[in-house]
Nanobody, 125 residues
Framework: QVQLVESGGGSAQAGGSLRLTCAAS????????MSWFRQAPGKEREGVGY???????GYATSEEGRFIISKDNAKKTLYLEINSLKPEDTAMYYC???????????????????WGRGAQGTGSS
């Protein structure tokens, strides 16, 4: 089972940008459906977007345009860039690996096999 470790994030002013990183323990991660989720205090975990083995991405409708997911297979690393940051983007951000997800898309969190511990991202007003 691939292990995932998030880092980066931190705090930025509204309108700015944040970049989060997810390091995978195995190069085989690049064959999986990989997704980013976030969870704000008192709210349910919600999907942000995904990237498939070919590098194609998709995003939750509400986030399309501001979020960019990418990966560097040589570095076994997944990235999430958040642009035009808003205070409501403040959340813990998680990456997840779904090797059993055949058609890569945002699905129920229970279908992902591996999760990182999360990294905090804060948009300050």
């Amino acid at each position: 089972q691939v292990q995932l470790v998030e880092s980066g994030g931190g705090s930025a002013q509204a309108g700015g940008s944040l970049r989060l990183t997810c390091a995978a323990s195995q190069v085989t991660y690049n064959r999986y459906c990989m997704s980013w989720f976030r969870q704000a205090p008192g709210k349910e975990r919600e999907g942000v977007g995904y990237i498939n083995s070919a590098g194609n991405t998709g995003y939750a409708t509400s986030e399309e345009g501001r979020f960019i997911i990418s990966k560097d297979n040589a570095k076994k690393t997944l990235y999430l860039e958040i642009n035009s940051l808003k205070p409501e983007d403040t959340a813990m951000y998680y990456c997840a690996a779904g090797p059993g997800i055949g058609y890569c898309r945002l699905v129920d969190p229970a279908r992902y096999d591996s999760w990182g511990r999360g990294a905090q991202g804060t948009g300050s007003s």
